[in-house]
T-cell receptor, first 113, second 113 residues
């Protein structure tokens, strides 16, 4: 069974551009989470989607946005990129709602130059 | 983001010794906790979880202890091996209905041979 897959694995953008990151959850999982992990730091919660809707959002500016598609895959969009946005962006999926374990993808390394 | 940026603490242990990694969580209403292991260049990998109605849970070579009185979680690794070298994160789910895992800052475990 395939795990959580993310694409691309690496992304290089210049300041001011937009980045789009993609995530495919484990089959049967309806919840998708996005986390930002800056180099050497912990994971910070960005967004949670379930059943196509945004359910919760972390303390990030509005230029961080996303969506979940009918097949439960998800996109994370980051507009007006800043140098500080350089980080590993991790996607996780889980069964819908409740307290269940979340499985992570390998992440997308975003570098803003 | 939600967490203040911090350099991760490091625990160095000798191969074969037991390791204990500690984590303080913030929300007394959290009902579910997970430990993740993250190796260099990879996404976090689920190790073990525990629900708030338990105070101890054992897996293969790992034990998680939960002390709700002081909001403390620990991960014990028996007979630590070089392959255990990684960053370890605890995560809590503070929302009973939804799933918004909040991660601790992480601890680097270095195993000396």
């Amino acid at each position: 069974e395939a795990g959580v897959t993310q694409s691309p694995t690496h992304l290089i953008k210049t300041r001011g551009q937009q980045a789009t990151l993609r995530c495919s959850p484990i089959s049967g999982h309806t919840s998708v989470y996005w986390y930002q992990q800056a180099l050497g730091l912990g994971l910070q919660f960005l967004l949670w989607y379930d059943e196509g809707e945004e359910r919760n959002r972390g303390n990030f500016p509005p230029r961080f946005s996303g969506r979940q598609f009918p097949n439960y895959s998800s996109e994370l969009n980051v507009n007006a990129l800043e140098l500080e946005d350089s980080a590993l962006y991790l996607c996780a999926s889980s069964l819908r709602g409740g307290s269940t374990e979340a499985f992570f993808g390998q992440g997308t390394r975003l570098t803003v130059v | 983001g939600e967490n203040v940026g911090l350099h991760l603490p490091t625990l160095s242990v000798q191969e074969g010794d037991n390791s204990i990694i500690n984590c303080a969580y913030s929300n007394s209403a959290s009902d579910y906790f997970i430990w993740y292991k993250q190796e260099s260049g990879k996404g976090p990998q689920f190790i073990i979880d525990i629900r708030s109605n338990m105070d101890k849970r054992q897996g293969q070579r790992v034990t998680v202890l939960l002390n709700k009185t002081v909001k403390h979680l620990s991960l014990q690794i028996a007979a630590t091996q070089p392959g255990d070298s990684a960053v370890y994160f605890c995560a809590e789910n503070p929302s009973p209905r939804g799933n918004k895992l909040v991660f601790g800052a992480g601890t680097i475990l270095r195993v000396k041979s």
